[in-house]
């Protein structure tokens, strides 16, 4: 993109061109291309997990007992993230009782990361996602 300089009396000021990015090349050390892509590597390799409030929980898991509505919770692990899919049968104030695959599991509202809404699929009936 050229600036309009011919308003100018003098020479220079008409004849000058930008260089653009060129200019900003001796800022580029080593250092800072080697952070960025580390960075660019690492967030390839592990991209942020999405996370909701407490609140925002709270109000799911409500809803799902009061509604028998089967959800997928992600939970914070010992090692890592995993995802929990059943029905909660019983609420507590620190924990939800989540019954998956034939049996109880407890987990703390404090290890639930988010919380995932997966609808039936009705025979017949294709769910668009």
């Known amino acids: ?13 008409r004849q ?5 990015m060129q200019k900003w090349n001796p800022f580029a050390t080593a250092e800072l291309a080697s952070a960025h892509r580390n960075y660019r590597e690492d967030l390839a390799k592990n991209p942020p997990q999405e996370t909701m409030e407490k609140e925002e929980i709270i109000e799911w ?6 509604t028998k509505l089967a959800i997928t919770l992600r939970v914070q692990g010992e090692k890592e993230i995993e995802e929990i899919t059943g029905q ?5 104030s620190r924990e939800c009782v989540l019954f998956r695959k034939e049996h109880y599991q407890e987990i703390y ?3 639930i990361l988010s ?3 997966r609808p039936r699929k009705k025979e017949g009936v294709e769910h668009d996602e």
Do not use: Q
Not at 16 to 20: E, K, S, V
Not at 61 to 66: D, E, N, R, T, V
């Open 1 to 13: 993109m050229a600036v309009d300089r011919t308003y100018s009396n003098y020479a220079a000021v």
């Open 16 to 20: 000058y061109r930008d260089r653009g």
């Open 61 to 66: 898991l409500h809803l799902a007992k009061s």
């Open 88 to 92: 909660i049968l019983e609420w507590r």
């Open 109 to 111: 509202v404090d290890d």
């Open 115 to 117: 919380v995932i809404h």
